[in-house]
């Protein structure tokens, strides 16, 4: 084996590891989050508004903060909107062809009007050229204007169709003992960083050696890596006849992709806009957003045809940004 191959192997691997290293302490992180809070007395219910939320995209959110650190924005702006786009195409249209997913029984079209609207000032913003800190403060105000609004309804509905039992929360675990929850706290929290700076520095130079850009790099590779999870989850569930809410997961993860990730990662610094962003990557965003609108307001499933068709749709999407 060449020295070459070898040290390409290896950067290879190292994404992987980076990957895998977020995956589990982003799991981590919520099992010992979520167990603290209800163990200390704070509602189930705001648990699982804010922490379940802000845990599950600990991975997409270390590695844009680490990505503008480290002077890769391009990453950083490419994951979320790769990200968000996957959700939509991959994360509903794979489980969509194992069996179909029953989300007519779900009432998602608030919350899909406020992603729309999460969208436009998000793609609004990107126009400026720069996300600064003008921009992120902005889009956490949004955020934090959705999650007190989530809460609100919440409180008003809770025995409403598409609500989940938000006592039985992600995670939770009423005999786990204390040293249980510390050490998920701390390999969490360790293990983040540490698997985004493997993840950023391994997927920039992958980037430098195929003669692409970091916003690429972050559109496919990194954004389908930080995607997995939500993939993995609503596969099982899907499995398991039980993804029914699915659609009302992609579209609150995509709501805290934008507002809340590239809000807080812009007060770190500065993420330039690609003009290549501006002319084809938001718009496919947009338009895999409005996708969803046979779904959310005229009641259909969506069933394999449409598991097929959005699956497809993200592998052209996918060609064409790497041809």
């Known amino acids: 084996m060449t020295d070459a191959l070898a040290s390409t192997l290896s950067v290879w691997l190292f994404v992987g590891l980076g990957l895998v290293i977020l995956l589990l302490a982003g799991d981590a992180l919520v099992k010992g989050a979520v167990n603290l809070s209800l163990r200390v007395g704070i509602p189930a219910l705001i648990v699982s508004l804010t922490i379940v939320a802000f845990g599950t995209s600990a991975p997409e959110l270390l590695v844009s903060v680490n990505a503008v650190i480290m002077g890769k924005p391009g990453l950083a702006l490419g994951n979320v909107v790769g990200s968000n786009t996957a959700n939509i195409l991959l994360v509903l249209g794979v489980p969509a062809i194992l069996t179909a997913l029953h989300t007519s029984g779900c009432d998602t079209r608030k919350t899909f009007v406020f992603m729309l609207g999460s969208t436009a000032l998000f793609i609004g913003l990107a126009f400026f050229g720069t996300f600064t800190a003008i921009s992120g403060a902005v889009l956490l105000a949004g955020l934090a204007y959705m999650l007190g609004g989530a809460f609100l309804d919440a409180r008003s509905h809770r025995r409403a169709a598409c609500a989940a039992d938000l006592e039985n929360v992600e995670g939770a675990d009423p005999n786990m003992p204390w040293w249980q929850i510390v050490v998920f706290l701390i390999l969490g929290l360790v293990g983040l960083p540490l698997g985004a700076d493997l993840l950023v520095d391994n997927a920039s130079i992958i980037a430098a050696s195929y003669g692409v850009s970091d916003g690429v790099i ?106």
């Open 218 to 323: 972050g559109l496919t590779l990194v954004a389908l890596g930080t995607s997995l999870p939500e993939l993995a989850t609503t596969v099982m569930a899907a499995l398991r006849r039980q993804a029914d809410v699915a659609l009302g997961n992609v579209i609150g993860s995509n709501i805290f992709n934008l507002l809340g990730i590239i809000g807080i990662a812009s007060l770190v610094g500065p993420i330039p806009v690609d003009p290549e962003f501006l002319q084809f990557d938001l718009w496919v965003m947009l338009g895999a957003s409005l996708l969803l609108v046979p779904f959310v307001f005229w009641g259909r499933d969506i069933t394999r045809p449409w598991g097929v068709g959005l699956t497809v749709a993200y592998l052209g999407y996918i060609t064409i940004i790497l041809v």
